[in-house]
């Protein structure tokens, strides 16, 4: 029987195995461990559902699989793990995306550590393909300024309070497009 993790990992995956085992480790490897990781294979026509298989198998306490045989597109699966994840929090964690060790760790302090807040980010790094660091992407808090020429916030790598979530309608599914300003919005307050 699974205990009742604080966080709720999700990692939708649409051919894109080549970066699944990196990310998945990501997670696997955070200091923190109290959390469960749902992985939804997204149609994929590649290796990515025997790369889930193979986690699954490994860490069957902790990583469960939804596997659609169709897409059924970003904000509708959101829900859907919205709807059954088991975590005071939730993020998402894109196939092509991983974590550092601590991140979890350190997002999970400061969401406990502040009252009311609905959630809680990083900085991003953009990397090559060998993990090479070509950039970072430094975000203010949201409103705090002028955000025109700003980059969409993201959805991804963001750790949000599944109940603030839930209070908010959860995902807008008539959204096509990234998750981030749809949801900060909603939370901004």
């Not at 294979?41 to 902790?62: A, C, H, L, R, V």
């Not at 939804?66 to 998402?92: C, F, H, T, W």
């Not at 196939?95 to 959630?119: H, P, Q, R, Y």
């Not at 025109?148 to 916030?153: D, E, F, K, R, V």
Request: proline share 3%; hydrophobic share 35%; net charge negative.
């Amino acid at each position: 029987m699974k205990s009742k993790p604080l966080v709720t990992l999700y990692i939708p995956c649409r051919n894109y195995g080549k970066y699944l085992t990196q990310s998945i480790n990501s997670v696997i490897n955070q200091v923190y461990k109290n959390w469960e990781l749902i992985i939804i294979n997204e149609g994929s026509s590649d290796d990515t559902i025997e790369i889930i298989n193979k986690f699954q198998k490994k860490f069957p306490e902790k990583i469960d699989l939804i596997d659609n045989k169709e897409p059924v597109g970003l904000q509708k699966l959101a829900n859907k793990v919205l709807s059954i994840a088991n975590g005071k929090y939730l993020m998402r964690l894109d196939a092509d995306d991983w974590l550092d060790e601590s991140a979890i760790f350190l997002m999970v302090n400061k969401l406990e550590g502040t009252n009311n807040a609905g959630l809680v980010y990083g900085n991003y790094y953009y990397t090559d393909q060998d993990g090479k660091i070509l950039d970072v992407e430094f975000k203010d808090r949201l409103l705090d300024k002028d955000i025109a020429g700003q980059l969409p916030p993201h959805g991804a790598c963001t750790l949000f309070s599944t109940r603030a979530l839930k209070n908010v309608g959860g995902y807008s599914e008539n959204v096509n497009a990234q998750d981030g300003w749809d949801l900060w919005y909603k939370l901004a307050d």
